[in-house]
Nanobody
């Protein structure tokens, strides 16, 4: 399974960006996977941002609630993250991830259940 993120860039505080993550691979079907976005800023640990399971249940990090929206389109194996009202603290490399086995909602924003990861796309918020 190959995950490829796109849509990162430079944006001013208060601006918006939309990220996409396209999955590809032999016989790939992520309909039943839990998909998530993580981010890692320089000198900081990677943190879970948003996750969406196969039933459409969603979990957000407290720091992005009300500003970020995660969605998925199973028909084209794509995960999205709409980011609004961005601030300086949102600057990071953003990664998408896919977890194929079942795991509880309490772990949706923890990285250990996810087995496939993209290479990341950089988001920089700066004036």
């Amino acid at each position: 399974v190959r995950l490829v993120e796109s849509g990162g860039g430079l944006v001013q505080p208060g601006g918006s960006l939309g990220l996409s993550c396209a999955a590809s691979g032999v016989n790939i079907n992520l309909d039943t996977a839990t998909l998530a976005w993580f981010r890692q800023a320089p000198l900081k640990e990677r943190e879970g941002v948003a996750a969406i399971d196969r039933e459409g249940n969603i979990k957000y990090a407290e720091s992005v609630k009300g500003r970020f929206t995660v969605s998925r389109v199973n028909a084209n194996n794509t995960l999205y993250l709409q980011m609004n009202n961005l601030n300086l603290e949102d600057t990071a490399m953003y990664y998408c991830a896919a977890g194929l086995s079942y795991f509880g909602r309490e772990n949706y924003l923890r990285d250990f259940p996810y087995v496939f990861w993209g290479q990341g796309t950089q988001v920089t918020v700066s004036s």
